[in-house]
């Protein structure tokens, strides 16, 4: 059965959001949405008529053309030409999913009554989301200032019949699309076109998706950990909460009990241990996991709050007689915590990746490369090979965005943050510290299976019984990234 929201001035979390876009529901505007949405709409349209100020966007030109003044006859020909012009995105398609996160971001900023858009546009962007009708949008293209204008743009273009767009997963043009859905392209009046460009959800909508796929791998790393701190053989003293509350960073105390409860009753932990102290990629875990979980709850914090903000420009507020011309499109908050995240969750890959290293190199007890007749057979050598390499491209993946400025529009905007670019650039760091968790997983129960007859602790026991029904042991040489494949689709379903 299909759920209802309500889209409201309430704020939302990151967690509903999550739900909400998993195609389980949909959309509609509640009454005091369209209250808002009416009041604001009805003042513009007042003041447009009874007055003969100049409005940024409205009946002015963009950027550095802000003071070319627009006739009255002309104000609704100006948003259908930014649509078109401002469409210069290039690239990579955004995912579909990242898509349909844009497009519900879009829908809950312009309802909250502050941009001066008609129910009916709003309306016709909630029937898109509700007929899974996804525009075809660009991933390079936004300075991150002046809002996403690009990606924007191309989300825009299919209201007015214009562009391409996936309709249930067919590639289709938008003109195709709504005719399909018995709808007409919309005619954009005044300042609609400006208020559904500006705004920051090309940007929010990564940093979303990033944060809530951080917190999943900060557990996997966790779980990923422990399996690996058993099969080194380590001491499990370092995960003492004592010495984690002396210290008081919360990440790390709450990294140092996720490791506890991992190895709870494991065998191999309460045996008697060869070496006084470990490797820092086991040892530091609470306090490597645990800066970057605090980094992530930072990013989930500025996350929250640009999901339940009003961000394009001018802006309108009826009930005091004014429509102000700021900056809240200037995305510098998220480029910030865009960095932020990456440089966060690229920490968790690197000592991983270490904690590879380790494993496979032929120390405590285990034979090198974690294989019988080493030389014949090359073992686990190679997929080390590979998160070196995966973990590399992170270093330069986090090379800061948000400490470039490019100035544009004539130098009207001279500092831009560039969060779309730290956007895309997080939505790779992501992919590669899933498959940088899949190679240590691979190799920590490889080494396990030389410290048998102990076990570890009984979850990760039946994890790893459930895993080699997927992923045999490593006997001989066998074409290893089909193991490699196999294991992030397994990770996945945990």
């Avoid at 709850?297 to 009826?318: G, K, L, R």
């Avoid at 590669?432 to 240590?440: D, G, K, V, Y």
Wanted: overall charge neutral; some cysteine.
């Amino acid at each position: 059965m299909v759920k209802t929201h309500r889209i409201s001035p309430d704020k939302l979390s990151l967690s509903r959001v999550s739900k909400l876009v998993k195609k389980a529901y949909q959309l509609e505007l509640s009454s005091e949405s369209r209250k808002r949405i009416a009041h604001c709409r009805q003042y513009l349209e007042g003041k447009l008529t009874n007055s003969d100020t100049l409005f940024y966007g409205i009946n002015t030109g963009f950027g550095s053309l802000c003071n070319v003044p627009i006739s009255d006859e002309e104000t609704e020909l100006l948003q259908s030409r930014l649509v078109q012009s401002h469409a210069c995105g290039m690239g990579d398609e955004v995912p579909a999913p990242l898509v349909r996160l844009i497009l519900f971001l879009k829908i809950q900023s312009l309802a909250s009554g502050y941009s001066g858009v008609r129910a009916e546009t709003i309306e016709r962007l909630i029937a898109f989301y509700n007929e899974d009708l996804l525009p075809v949008i660009y991933q390079q293209g936004s300075l991150g200032a002046s809002g996403d204008l690009a990606p924007l743009a191309h989300l825009s273009l299919a209201l007015i019949g214009m562009g391409e767009v996936h309709l249930k997963g067919q590639r289709m043009t938008a003109k195709q699309a709504l005719k399909k859905l018995g709808l007409k392209p919309l005619t954009l009046k005044s300042k609609e076109g400006l208020a559904l460009l500006n705004g920051t959800q090309f940007s929010s909508a990564y940093l979303c998706w990033a944060t809530a796929q951080a917190q999943r791998l900060l557990d996997m790393a966790n779980m990923t950990a422990a399996l690996s701190i058993d099969a080194f053989n380590c001491q499990l003293a370092p995960f003492d909460e004592r010495l984690h509350y002396i210290r008081g960073q919360q990440g790390q105390i709450q990294c140092a009990a996720s490791i506890r409860d991992w190895l709870t009753g494991s065998g191999i932990a309460a045996a008697e241990k060869q070496s006084v102290q470990d490797p820092y990629a086991f040892r530091c875990v609470p306090q490597v996991h645990g800066a970057s979980a605090d980094a992530i709850a930072y990013c989930t914090q500025i996350a929250t709050t640009e999901i339940n903000a009003v961000t394009d420009n001018p802006n309108i507020f009826p009930d005091d007689d004014a429509i102000i011309s700021g900056g809240n499109f200037h995305a510098q908050p998220l480029a910030l915590a865009l960095d932020f995240l990456a440089i966060a969750l690229a920490e968790l890959g690197s000592i991983a990746e270490r904690r590879t290293y380790q494993l496979i190199s032929g120390t405590r007890g285990l034979p090198a490369f974690l294989i019988p007749q080493a030389g014949l057979n090359s073992g686990l050598m190679i997929p080390q090979y590979t998160a070196a390499s995966i973990v590399s491209q992170n270093k330069q993946l986090c090379t800061p965005a948000s400490v470039d400025s490019i100035v544009s529009s004539n130098g009207q905007e001279d500092h831009v943050s560039m969060a779309a670019n730290a956007a895309t650039k997080v939505y790779r760091v992501v992919e590669n510290i899933e498959r940088l968790l899949a190679i240590e997983w691979m190799t920590a129960a490889q080494a396990l299976e030389f410290r048998r007859p102990l076990k570890t602790s009984a979850r990760l026991e039946s994890l790893m019984s459930d895993y080699r029904k997927q992923v045999p042991a490593l006997e001989s040489d066998r074409i290893l990234s089909t193991d490699m494949h196999a294991t992030v689709d397994f990770l996945r379903q945990i």
